[in-house]
């Protein structure tokens, strides 16, 4: 192989040093490789053969499907069940679906499916991007058609946009977004579910600003509630009111609830020998000393006329 030729490709069986050179995996480019031939006198010659490998014209339209399937147990009767079981999700004939390759992927262990939807007659390609819409719109609604668990579809050159603001890995199918510009999760993990680009970071700021903002307000409230509860249950008890001395005569003062009732707030005369001779008299007091008004109930004992 020429030195200024790409270094992709395997060579299978070591035929590099056959006759016949058999190659496979090849990007797309120019391949040069030098053939040197010696006779048993040492005499050679040398000649050189080149191989130009052309991008594939649909390799936007192939379509991969990440099953959660053990490929060494995958026969060739799965694979025929699997083409059908995909014309009926696609709403294609079983000959329209072309199979190009059935790899594992090293990293998850998942068997990855990688497809085509040509039309037999016409030989016309269904666009992928097309394809994969409809085949994502019957897995989420739920289809169970397939044998095996769909982990992921998806093109295998990747057609997200990235909502304008980035470029898409065509490896890990993730975008990769501009400065100042974050995944939607939303979108990414519940609605769609397809990366995307689409919050500002400047947004992001803002309504963070505006959620501790909201939550440090609806705790301040909360806060204030309580301790006014707590002062309307402090203050809500019994006041009383002191009914001052009136007279020398030695009237009773005493203390009574504005909450008792005042038909029942009779005071006696403290001799009891007196109660046949005396009677007892309820009325209200309207002299206040010191210029000051007040109301009570004073009961008094008067002698009899």
Known sequence: RDPQSPAAGVVLNGSDHQT????????????????????AKGLFDTDSATVIVKKDIHEADLVELALAADIT???????????????????????????????????????????????????????GATVLARLRRKLK????????????VDTVVC?????????????????????????????????????NCDWSILYVIVIAFGIVVGAGLITWGIVCLVRNRRRFRRSKRHRYTLLDEI???GEKIEMYSRDRKQ???????????????EETT?????????????????????PKL
């Open 141 to 152: 609604a739920g289809s169970e058609v397939l044998d095996f668990k769909v982990v992921q």
């Open 263 to 277: 038909n029942n707030s009779l005071v006696m005369s403290e001799s009891d020998d007196l109660l046949s001779d």
């Open 20 to 39: 016949v050179l058999q190659l496979t995996n090849l990007v797309e480019g120019r391949y040069v490789f030098h053939l040197k031939v010696t006779d």
């Open 247 to 249: 007279d020398d005569k």
């Open 159 to 195: 057609q997200n946009n990235c909502s304008g603001h980035g470029v898409c890995n065509s490896f890990t199918k993730l975008c990769q977004c501009d400065s100042f510009w974050v995944q939607n999760p939303f979108k990414a993990h519940f609605g769609e579910k397809v990366n």
């Open 73 to 127: 147990a995958f026969t060739e009767g799965n694979k025929g069940m699997l083409v059908r079981q995909l014309a009926v999700l696609i709403d294609v004939m079983d000959s329209d679906i072309h199979v190009q390759e059935i790899k594992q992927d090293l990293s998850t262990g998942n068997m990855v499916v990688v497809f085509v939807v040509m039309n037999s007659q016409t030989h016309l390609v269904q666009d």
């Open 282 to 302: 309820l009325f209200e007091n309207k002299k206040k000393p010191n210029g000051t008004m007040r109301n009570g109930i004073i009961s008094s004992t008067l």
